[in-house]
């Protein structure tokens, strides 16, 4: 018989955050069952409510987790150069993130977000504010300079609209292209990639 391995109190958590994380994903906040994180989590109800007293305290707790991942992505995301080839870098790195092989965590993150714009909106309306707060400014800039050198012509959209309808193509395309071979777009991951650059780009 295999001897379990005890988890401390700080593992026991993560274990049950990852978990909620997933569930409220997968079924929204409302359909989440608090029954279901603490079965896969393999402990009781009253112990997981130990460490999170409520399903709301567990949810908010996932969304801190979401935005805190958040910046990082936006970091990872700014470059020194602020022109139209950076505009184009940094579109193609966040469907690379959308579309690519990354941790589940940050499948995760995009289904949260879907689920808020079918529920409430509360948690995406706080996501997009704060995207638009870190990014805009520098977005702003590139996209001037890149009309200032003949890159970018015709229409302005505005920033705001601009990041948004971006970030709105990525939320669905996640869900969309989560198994490549049974979604409804045409191609493999690279080329979902290109063509979400490409109509995104063409679109500024």
Not at 87 to 94: E, G, H, L, T
Not at 108 to 130: E, P, W
């Amino acid at each position: 018989m295999t001897k379990r391995t005890r988890l401390t109190a700080k593992d026991r958590k993560a274990l049950i955050l990852a978990n909620a994380r997933a569930i409220f994903a997968q079924n929204g906040y409302e359909a989440a069952r608090t029954q279901d994180i603490a079965r896969r989590s393999g402990v009781s109800e009253a112990l997981m409510y130990q460490h999170f007293p409520s399903k709301e305290a567990l949810y908010r707790a996932v969304l801190r987790e979401v935005i805190r991942e958040q910046d990082e992505s936006y970091a990872a995301l700014v470059t020194r150069e602020l022109d139209g080839r950076a505009v184009v870098r940094n579109v193609r790195a966040y469907f690379q993130i959308v579309v690519g092989q990354t941790e589940p965590r940050f499948k995760d993150g995009f289904r949260l977000l879907l689920a808020s714009l079918l529920v409430d909106t509360n948690f995406a309306t706080l996501v997009y504010r704060r995207a638009q707060r870190l990014m805009n400014r520098r977005i702003a800039r590139a996209l001037e300079n890149a009309r200032e050198t003949g890159d970018i012509v015709g229409r302005k959209i505005s920033v705001a609209n601009t990041s948004l309808f971006t970030e709105h193509i990525g939320t669905v395309l996640n869900v969309l292209a989560t198994n490549i071979e049974r979604s409804p777009y045409e191609g493999n991951a690279e080329d979902l990639i290109r063509d979400a650059v490409w109509f995104c780009c063409r679109a500024v």
